[in-house]
C-alpha cells in the first residue's frame, strides 16, 4: 500500500473528508484529493505534516513499513530457512493464536489513530 491509499485510509478512519482535512493541515482539498489520487507527490514537508498530524511514521505514510512498524523487505530471498518456516506458521495461524504469540513476544500493535478534533 503506498501513500496514496494510506492517506485516504488514515483520512477516513479518523472520520475526516478531505475538507475537514484540509484545514487541520492547511493545504487545499484539492491538494488533498491529488494526493489520495495518486496524481500528485507531496513534498517532504507536506510528509512530515501528515505523519504528525497522525501520530504515524513517514515510512508508514510512504508505504515502507506495515501497521507494525515494521520495515519491508525488498528481497525475501534474504530470509533465512528459519524466518520462512516462522513466516509460514504465522500465515496458518488464527487471529487468536496470532493475538497470543503478539502478548508473548510483548508485540504491541498499533491502535488505529482516534484524535481528538
Known amino acids: 500500500m503506498g501513500f496514496a491509499e494510506r492517506l485516504k485510509e488514515l483520512r477516513i478512519s479518523n472520520g475526516l473528508t478531505q475538507i475537514e482535512l484540509s484545514k487541520h493541515l492547511n493545504y487545499s482539498q484539492s491538494i488533498i484529493s491529488e494526493w489520495e489520487k495518486n496524481g500528485n ?18 515510512d508508514y505514510l510512504l508505504g515502507c513499513e506495515n501497521d507494525f512498524g515494521v520495515k519491508y523487505y525488498d528481497e525475501p530471498s534474504s530470509f533465512t ?12 495461524m488464527s487471529q487468536g493464536k496470532k493475538q497470543a504469540l503478539f502478548s508473548m513476544l510483548d508485540i504491541s500493535t498499533k491502535e488505529k489513530i482516534k484524535k481528538d478534533l
Open 41 to 58: 507527490q507531496p513534498t517532504a514537508q507536506a510528509i512530515k505534516t501528515i505523519s504528525e498530524f497522525f501520530n504515524v511514521s513517514a
Open 81 to 92: 530457512p528459519d524466518e520462512l518456516q516462522l513466516i509460514a506458521a504465522y500465515r496458518e
